[in-house]
């Protein structure tokens, strides 16, 4: 029984860590797309080896961005061109297709996230927000604690002597 217990959990084992890693290989794309994850008013950058090395240029066609022309890069048979995120585009997942001469055609994505509002809070930046109630509040609950725990460290000292 235990034996097949141990194989079980082997085997659940195994297929969680051989899953993710097979989808990650079912993912992979002919297409670069860099940064996957971009704002609105960002460049992003596609390029790609798929066309083949005599082809030196390729047209995409981004669903947020519009027209990507694709030019020789610095590695022989690598495709490069660049889009810009517009600015009303509004949060997901886009596609991205690349179409090669005679008839080959590559399609991947990227996605489009807001940019955070305001300013990052965060360490010992100030005490916005917090009025004089709040602190006396706070430095008499910090009082009592110490309090408690002093008279309940007198009480098992004196404890410890008397027995």
Same mark, same amino acid.
């Given at each position: 029984?235990?034996?097949?217990?141990?194989?079980?959990?082997?085997?659940?084992?195994?297929?969680?860590?051989?899953?993710?890693?097979?989808?990650?290989?079912?993912?992979?794309?002919?297409?670069?797309?860099?940064p996957q994850r971009a704002?609105?008013?960002?460049?992003? =950058?596609?390029?790609?080896? +798929?066309?083949? *090395?005599?082809?030196?240029?390729?047209? %995409?066609?981004?669903? #947020?961005? &519009?027209?990507?022309?694709?030019?020789?890069?610095?590695?022989?048979?690598?495709?490069?061109?660049?889009?810009?995120?517009?600015?009303?585009?509004?949060?997901?997942?886009?596609?991205?297709t690349v179409k090669c001469?005679?008839?080959?055609?590559?399609? =991947?994505?990227?996605?489009? +996230?807001?940019? *955070?509002?305001?300013?990052?809070?965060? %360490?010992?930046?100030? #005490?916005? &927000?917090?009025?004089?109630?709040?602190?006396?509040?706070?430095?008499?609950?910090?009082?009592?604690?110490?309090?408690?725990?002093?008279?309940?460290?007198?009480?098992?000292?004196?404890?410890?002597?008397?027995?």
């Amino acid at each position: 029984m235990r034996s097949a217990r141990i194989l079980a959990c082997s085997a659940l084992t195994l297929c969680a860590l051989g899953l993710p890693a097979a989808a990650a290989g079912a993912d992979e794309s002919d297409v670069s797309v860099s940064p996957q994850r971009a704002f609105p008013g960002s460049t992003i =950058t596609v390029s790609t080896e +798929v066309c083949g *090395p005599d082809v030196t240029y390729a047209k %995409g066609q981004a669903e #947020a961005g &519009g027209q990507i022309n694709l030019t020789e890069g610095q590695d022989s048979g690598e495709l490069v061109g660049d889009f810009t995120v517009p600015e009303s585009a509004e949060d997901g997942v886009y596609t991205i297709t690349v179409k090669c001469p005679p008839r080959t055609r590559v399609e =991947t994505s990227f996605q489009v +996230v807001s940019r *955070p509002e305001g300013a990052v809070r965060g %360490g010992f930046g100030g #005490a916005e &927000g917090v009025n004089g109630t709040q602190i006396a509040v706070g430095s008499l609950l910090i009082a009592g604690a110490a309090t408690g725990g002093a008279l309940t460290m007198r009480r098992r000292r004196f404890a410890g002597i008397a027995s």
